[in-house]
Structures are given as C-alpha cells and as structure tokens.
C-alpha cells in the first residue's frame, strides 16, 4: 500500500525581476496569499526595482521598473517599466508538479517582454524547475513555436524592442521558443539558506543589436539566504564574467499590527432577567456603550430597533453590545432581539438574535458566536416604519475625525524613475439627518519628486490628471467638501446622491444605483457625475480652470466563494472622454486592509517621450488600517498605490462615497467574517 507523503516545506526565493524563481529565470513557486514584496536586483546592464503582490493564492501582479544603467551613481540611460502576472495552473501534490503560466511586461516596454510556462517538483531538499519561454526569455530559438499549430498570429515575427508598448497582441507570439532549467538545493547545514543553478534562453538579442551589449554564457551559479521571513539576499555568477545581486523585503498582510478601531471592555451581561422592557432605557443603556438605537419598540415577546452603525468597526460587534444592552432592559418576557443596522440612511439585513443564546454565551460562559450564529435569522423584512423620528447629535455622530497617511508612487515611467508624492489627510463625516450627511477632507501635502513630471512631457492645455505636480507643490489643499444623500429603497437596493468638492481635482454632482442582494455574490450598479476641474494655482485649489466634462459607469461585482476575493468590472465613459473598461480584484484581510490590482483600456492614448503610445492605465493599491495604534483615530489608515502618474486617459472620478464599499459591512460574506467579533 503506498502513502503520499507530504511535500517539505522550503523558503522560496525571488530571482532577478523580482518574482519567484532561480537567478534570471523564473519557477513555478509563489508566494502566499496576501504577501506584499518589495525587490532590488541587479546585473550588467539593468537595474530592476519590482512593488508586487500574491493578490490571490493562485495570482501574483508586480509592477517593475527597469533601468540600463553605466553607473549606480548616476541617472539611469534609459528606462522599461512593465507589470508582471503569474497564474498558478496546478498546485504542487505527490505526483503531480507546480505549473505557472507568465507574462513578464504583459503590458509595458518591449525590452523586457516574455511568456513563459514553468513547471517546479520538489524532491526532499531540491526543487527541479523547467519551462519553455516566448519573447526575451525564449529568444534562444531552441525550437519553432508550437502555437503556430493552433493559430498563424502566434508565428508572426515578433520584435524584441521597440517604442510601440507589449499587449496582448504579443502574448506566445514569435518564431520560434526556447527553453530553461535549474535546480535549487536548501542547504541543511545553514537555515534559510540554498543554492541556484540555472540554464537560461536569453541571449541579449535586443541588447547587441541596440548598443553591441557582449552577450554572457548562459548559465548562472548562486546563493538565496533568508536570516528573517521579511528578507531575503541573493548573489550569483552570470556566464563566469557577471555577477547578481539581489534584495528583497517582503511580509504576508494578515500579520499586520494595526486594525481599524480599539476595542474596549464591553457591558456585562446580566445572568438573571428583572424589570420590564423599556424603549427609553434600552436606548440609554446602548448608548452607554456608544451604540445609537433609535426606533425601539416592543411586543410579548420582542423587541425590534433600528441601530445606526459604526463604519469603522465590526458590525457583529456592534450587534452583540446592541443585543447585551436590550438583554439588560429587556424585560422578563422578551425572547427574541431584532436589529436592523443603519449607516447613513442606508439599510441592511434585519437580524433577529435569540435573547437566550446571548445569556448562555455572555452571562454564563455556557455558549459561543456559533451558537449564536446557528439560531440566527436575517429574515429582511419590508422597511416598517416606526414610531419617532431619529435626528443623531453631532456629538453621536459615527465618525469625527479620522487620518490618511496617503503615498502615491510609480514605477512605470519611461521618461522617470521611481516618482512619488505623500501627504496627510485628515478627514470628517457628519450624519445631519437619516439620510443627510456632509463630509469634509484637508490635504498636506509632506514630500513628492513630481517637479520632474513634465521636463520632457508638454502638460496638455486642459489636463485630466497631468497637473498633479501643481496640486501637489501646494502646502494644503481643500481634498472634500461635499453633501450626501442615502436611501435605501430596500434591503437590496440603494441610492445615494452628493455634490461638492468630490476629490482633490475636481468637484461635481451625481449620483450613483446599486443593486446588491443580500446572501448573494454578485451586485450590479451605474453612476453619473458632472464634473468640474479644480484649478490648483487657486488658494487650496478651491477655483475652477474652466473644463467640465459628464462621466459615468455601469458595474459588476462578484465575490468569489470561500474566498476574501472580489472582482469588480466597469465600463462607461472617463474624464478624458475617452470610453473603455476597467478590471479589478481586491482582496480583503481581517482586520480591515485590502490590497487591489487593476487594468484599465479605453480608446484615449497617453504618449511617452520616445513615441510609444499606450491605451492601458495599471496599478496597485493598498490600505491598511492604523485606528487601533496610540493616538491614532478611529478609522485612519495608511493608503500606498503604485501607478502610472499624471495621465490623461483611463482616468475615473475618485468618489467619496462608493456604495459597494459603504454596504460592504452588511453583506452576509462579511457579516460571516467577522461574527466571532459578536462578543468583544
């Protein structure tokens, strides 16, 4: 009888672009889900500096710069920016290996352009790893290219370099392919440590013919050693004439400190019942924990409320303090606990909490959150409308003051290196009404390079986003200043209006729709604004320059079963006026971050400064939440993205009140998330 023994867990490395591999040439490993990597490597003639993510177990997105450089002192001779993708086809078993599908510069610079299809099987303390490649790492020609079989388009000739950007039109495109191997031992005698050996099929084709670059022989010969899970070093022997170096720092996003509120002891729960069921008590007693209950009203045997919620905190959490407070005043009688929450006059799922399941978990340590949640009932009734109205004081209301740490980057720039701009933002919302709220946004500006965005780009007479050097020379700017309306129509569907100073560069009006069914995957959604640009030269960036355009979407989401991922389409017309599409994927963590990759194509163009064009807008973004450190409000959060800067095309209005993301705490995916959270 045979067992399937269990395959050794070993440290992967990054080889020399900055996703998993050897030394030049690419594995089929990845990292786990959620990592976030920073990569330096270096080797004659490039520079490569890589920002990526494993945004899905199966999926990692990297956004590169590649400079060819003479000197590390000096500034680079040119530069490649591309973005990087690797899908994982099948995972590693006992017979069966890892296999990867890549795209390096799927959409970027020529130069650097590859595919390739990988395959890594493990055998106690080594890793074989072998694949057959297109473009730059296949330009070996070992053989004809077997796509031409399925499709003449696959064996057009393909060029190597070029000012015209690599897209999909490139993709397993060429004469002929080549292939590569290596091998990779950990070392049992040092841990962390292995050594690389690697047969590559580049042969600097691109390089000889642009500046009669002296090709090294193929194979390489090197180190990885990682003293910390957050570092990684290697170096290595290129053809016996060139030497590699690398760094790496990276750290899986579930292990970040921070959350977005800090949580505080809550009310104890009474084990005996007394007294009799009291709206006004109720009220008072949930407010003690700084829970807003408005509605409340009760029969026999229960008691239905509508709570405001806390965006910036658990929404079980919330409900299970609701829920302790009622319990404490509730009467003798009542069993049953209803809670519909609220968030700025929208509406989520009524939930109903037997009284009994809160006593056994809270009172007498004799239950659990799943015992809870198995005698939970989100039953969504048609909106009553009860007794009284709800007015919230300002000092009640849900969120006062908050702080955004905001860094925007890029590395994929043809005509710069790595530009950037930081600042702060502290940021209000006010509830005036059930459905009226305002909300207000400061900018201060810290520190930036974009002084160098438009040496050798003209910035257009009306540009879209090509002038965020102007807004950002300025100390402060006035980044929101809006009024909004929210209405649920029912559980289900939503509308929201707002008008003002929508984001940093422009203010408008509009509105947006979405239809979102409760316990389902999908939603579905359109919005519209009329818009008007801010012009930047003015105090706080308060006036107008004078352009004004009508923008709009429709959307899809859907969120992928088990998983925190969620994919999210959209198309309609963009600031520019150019009309195209977006795709996006987000993936959420528990404690309130999320990082997200995305693509845009629309029919606009940006142009470089070498003649290229591109239709296509990408990039990273990531928040993680700061509200649980010392001094920090409730709320705040660091903000990083890593895209293309100050450009015209594929550009979308970056709304204050996202209605996805505001309903976001009451669909049944993060209701379930959280639920263990029911009694903090």
């Given at each position: 009888?045979?067992?399937?023994?269990?395959?050794?867990?070993?440290?992967?490395?990054?080889?020399?672009?900055?996703?998993?591999?050897l030394?030049?040439?690419?594995?089929?490993?990845?990292?786990p889900?959620?990592?976030?990597?920073a990569?330096?490597g270096?080797?004659?003639?490039?520079?490569?500096?890589?920002?990526?993510?494993?945004?899905a177990?199966?999926l990692?997105?990297g956004?590169?710069?590649?400079?060819?450089?003479?000197?590390?002192?000096g500034?680079?001779?040119?530069?490649?920016?591309?973005?990087?993708?690797?899908?994982?086809?099948?995972k590693e078993?006992?017979?069966?290996?890892?296999?990867?599908l890549?795209?390096?510069?799927a959409?970027?610079?020529?130069?650097?352009?590859?595919?390739?299809?990988?395959?890594?099987?493990?055998?106690?303390d080594?890793?074989?790893?072998?694949?057959?490649?297109?473009?730059?790492?296949?330009?070996?020609?070992?053989?004809s290219?077997?796509l031409?079989?399925?499709?003449?388009?696959f064996?057009?000739?393909?060029?190597?370099?070029?000012e015209?950007?690599?897209?999909?039109?490139?993709?397993?495109?060429?004469?002929?392919?080549g292939?590569?191997a290596?091998?990779e031992y950990?070392a049992?005698?040092?841990?962390g440590?292995?050594?690389k050996?690697?047969?590559?099929?580049?042969?600097?084709?691109?390089?000889?013919?642009?500046?009669?670059?002296?090709?090294?022989?193929?194979?390489a010969?090197?180190?990885?050693?990682?003293?910390?899970?957050?570092?990684?070093?290697?170096?290595?022997?290129?053809?016996?004439?060139?030497?590699m170096?690398?760094?790496?720092?990276q750290?899986?996003?579930?292990?970040?400190?921070g959350?977005?509120?800090?949580?505080?002891?809550?009310?104890p729960?009474?084990?005996?019942?007394a007294?009799?069921?009291i709206?006004?008590?109720?009220?008072?007693a949930a407010?003690?924990?700084?829970?807003?209950l408005?509605?409340?009203?009760?029969?026999?045997e229960?008691?239905?409320?509508?709570?405001e919620?806390?965006p910036?905190?658990?929404?079980?959490?919330?409900?299970?303090?609701?829920g302790?407070?009622?319990?404490?005043s509730?009467g003798?009688?009542?069993?049953?606990?209803?809670?519909?929450?609220?968030?700025?006059?929208?509406?989520?799922?009524s939930?109903?909490?037997?009284?009994?399941?809160?006593?056994?978990?809270?009172?007498?340590?004799?239950?659990?959150p799943?015992?809870?949640?198995?005698?939970?009932?989100?039953n969504?009734?048609?909106?009553?409308?009860r007794?009284g109205?709800?007015?919230?004081?300002?000092?009640?209301?849900?969120?006062?003051?908050?702080?955004?740490w905001?860094?925007?980057?890029?590395?994929?720039?043809?005509?710069?290196?790595?530009?950037?701009r930081t600042?702060i933002?502290?940021e209000?919302?006010?509830?005036?009404?059930?459905?009226?709220?305002?909300?207000?946004?400061?900018?201060?500006?810290?520190?930036?390079?974009?002084?160098?965005?438009n040496?050798?780009?003209p910035?257009?007479?009306?540009?879209?986003?090509?002038?965020?050097?102007?807004?950002?020379?300025?100390?402060?700017?006035?980044?929101?200043?809006?009024?909004?309306?929210?209405?649920?129509l029912?559980?289900?569907?939503?509308?929201?209006?707002?008008?003002g100073?929508?984001?940093?560069m422009?203010?408008g009006?509009g509105?947006?729709?979405?239809?979102?069914?409760?316990?389902?995957?999908?939603?579905?959604?359109?919005?519209?604004?009329?818009?008007?640009?801010?012009?930047?030269?003015a105090?706080?960036?308060?006036?107008?320059?004078?352009?004004h355009?009508?923008?709009?979407?429709?959307?899809?989401?859907?969120?992928?079963?088990?998983?925190?991922?969620?994919?999210?389409?959209?198309?309609?017309?963009?600031?520019?006026?150019d009309?195209?599409?977006?795709?996006?994927?987000?993936?959420g963590?528990?404690q309130g971050?999320?990082?997200?990759?995305?693509a845009?194509?629309?029919n606009g163009?940006d142009?470089?400064?070498?003649g290229?064009?591109?239709?296509?807008?990408?990039?990273?973004?990531?928040?993680?939440?700061?509200?649980?450190v010392?001094?920090m409000?409730?709320?705040?959060?660091?903000?990083?993205?890593?895209?293309?800067?100050?450009?015209?095309?594929?550009?979308?209005?970056?709304?204050?009140?996202?209605l996805?993301?505001?309903?976001?705490?009451?669909?049944?995916r993060?209701?379930?998330?959280?639920?263990n959270?029911?009694?903090?």
């Amino acid at each position: 009888m045979c067992c399937a023994l269990p395959i050794p867990a070993a440290a992967d490395s990054p080889a020399l672009m900055g996703a998993m591999g050897l030394i030049t040439v690419p594995s089929a490993r990845m990292d786990p889900s959620g990592t976030v990597r920073a990569h330096v490597g270096m080797a004659e003639p490039y520079v490569h500096a890589t920002a990526s993510v494993q945004i899905a177990e199966p999926l990692y997105i990297g956004v590169r710069q590649s400079a060819r450089t003479s000197s590390l002192r000096g500034d680079p001779d040119r530069l490649y920016p591309g973005v990087d993708l690797r899908l994982r086809l099948l995972k590693e078993s006992t017979y069966v290996p890892d296999v990867t599908l890549g795209l390096q510069s799927a959409i970027g610079h020529r130069r650097m352009a590859a595919e390739y299809l990988v395959l890594s099987k493990r055998y106690e303390d080594w890793d074989f790893t072998g694949g057959v490649a297109w473009g730059r790492l296949g330009n070996a020609a070992h053989i004809s290219n077997p796509l031409k079989a399925v499709s003449h388009h696959f064996g057009k000739r393909r060029a190597l370099d070029g000012e015209m950007p690599n897209g999909p039109e490139d993709w397993f495109t060429g004469e002929d392919v080549g292939f590569f191997a290596g091998i990779e031992y950990d070392a049992p005698w040092i841990e962390g440590l292995s050594i690389k050996a690697e047969w590559g099929a580049d042969r600097y084709i691109a390089e000889q013919a642009a500046f009669g670059h002296d090709a090294p022989e193929p194979w390489a010969l090197g180190v990885a050693y990682q003293p910390k899970d957050w570092v990684n070093i290697g170096a290595a022997l290129i053809g016996g004439d060139r030497v590699m170096a690398s760094l790496s720092l990276q750290s899986p996003i579930k292990k970040w400190f921070g959350r977005s509120d800090k949580i505080d002891t809550p009310q104890p729960l009474r084990p005996h019942r007394a007294g009799l069921a009291i709206p006004g008590e109720i009220t008072q007693a949930a407010a003690a924990q700084n829970i807003m209950l408005a509605d409340t009203n009760n029969n026999h045997e229960l008691i239905w409320t509508r709570m405001e919620a806390d965006p910036h905190t658990s929404l079980p959490r919330q409900l299970g303090r609701a829920g302790r407070a009622i319990a404490n005043s509730g009467g003798t009688s009542v069993e049953a606990i209803e809670i519909t929450p609220m968030l700025y006059g929208l509406r989520g799922p009524s939930v109903r909490l037997l009284r009994r399941d809160l006593e056994q978990a809270f009172a007498r340590d004799n239950g659990s959150p799943q015992e809870i949640w198995r005698n939970a009932v989100f039953n969504r009734p048609e909106a009553k409308k009860r007794d009284g109205y709800f007015k919230p004081r300002l000092a009640d209301a849900r969120e006062n003051l908050r702080v955004i740490w905001d860094t925007q980057m890029s590395l994929a720039e043809e005509d710069n290196g790595v530009l950037y701009r930081t600042g702060i933002i502290a940021e209000t919302r006010q509830q005036l009404t059930r459905n009226l709220m305002t909300g207000a946004g400061l900018r201060v500006n810290l520190a930036g390079n974009l002084e160098k965005l438009n040496l050798v780009r003209p910035r257009p007479l009306l540009p879209v986003r090509q002038d965020v050097d102007l807004f950002t020379a300025n100390p402060v700017n006035l980044d929101r200043l809006y009024l909004g309306y929210f209405k649920s129509l029912n559980t289900d569907l939503h509308v929201m209006m707002a008008g003002g100073y929508l984001e940093e560069m422009y203010a408008g009006v509009g509105g947006e729709m979405l239809y979102r069914p409760f316990g389902k995957t999908f939603a579905v959604g359109a919005e519209a604004w009329q818009v008007f640009k801010r012009d930047p030269l003015a105090p706080l960036a308060q006036g107008f320059n004078g352009d004004h355009i009508m923008t709009g979407h429709v959307n899809a989401w859907y969120e992928m079963p088990d998983t925190n991922l969620t994919f999210h389409a959209r198309a309609g017309r963009y600031l520019a006026g150019d009309v195209g599409g977006t795709l996006a994927i987000r993936h959420g963590f528990a404690q309130g971050g999320h990082i997200e990759a995305f693509a845009t194509a629309t029919n606009g163009a940006d142009f470089d400064p070498f003649g290229g064009v591109t239709h296509i807008y990408s990039g990273l973004k990531f928040t993680m939440p700061i509200g649980s450190v010392k001094y920090m409000p409730k709320g705040s959060e660091i903000r990083v993205s890593a895209a293309q800067m100050g450009r015209q095309s594929g550009q979308a209005l970056d709304r204050p009140l996202p209605l996805y993301e505001m309903t976001d705490a009451f669909s049944m995916r993060q209701i379930a998330a959280d639920w263990n959270s029911v009694g903090e």
